[in-house]
């Protein structure tokens, strides 16, 4: 059974390969994912990780707990579903929030 976890405080340049590829030490990771703002498609520094296994997710949490990337200290836990539930509606706020694009055809 995979589990999920909550990485914060990541360097704005990581992407979801580096996550995944720093994480991967502790195991198999099946998915990686770097939150990022969809109007400007900057990293807001906190990301999500699955594991294949608890195992793997307690490894992972134990491993990089206060561990440095890229100069900052980082968060790693287990993911709650109130974390998820918060990335969710801050997602949803913000897509409802982007500008429609035009769709008038110009004048002559």
Do not use: C, H, W
Not at 25 to 53: H, L, P
Not at 82 to 96: R, V
């Amino acid at each position: 059974m995979s589990k999920k976890l909550f990485v914060g405080n990541l360097p704005f340049d990581v992407n979801d390969a580096d996550l995944a590829t720093v994480l991967a030490v502790a195991g198999t990771v099946e998915s990686a994912k770097v939150i990022v703002n969809k109007k400007t498609g900057r990293s807001k520094g906190y990301g999500f990780v699955e594991m294949a296994t608890e195992e793997m997710a307690k490894d992972a949490v134990a491993k990089f707990e206060g561990a440095t990337l890229n100069e900052r200290a980082i968060t790693v836990q287990v993911a709650t579903a109130k974390m998820e539930a918060a990335e969710k509606e801050t997602a949803a706020k913000e897509e409802a929030a982007a500008p429609e694009a035009a769709t008038e055809a110009p004048t002559a």
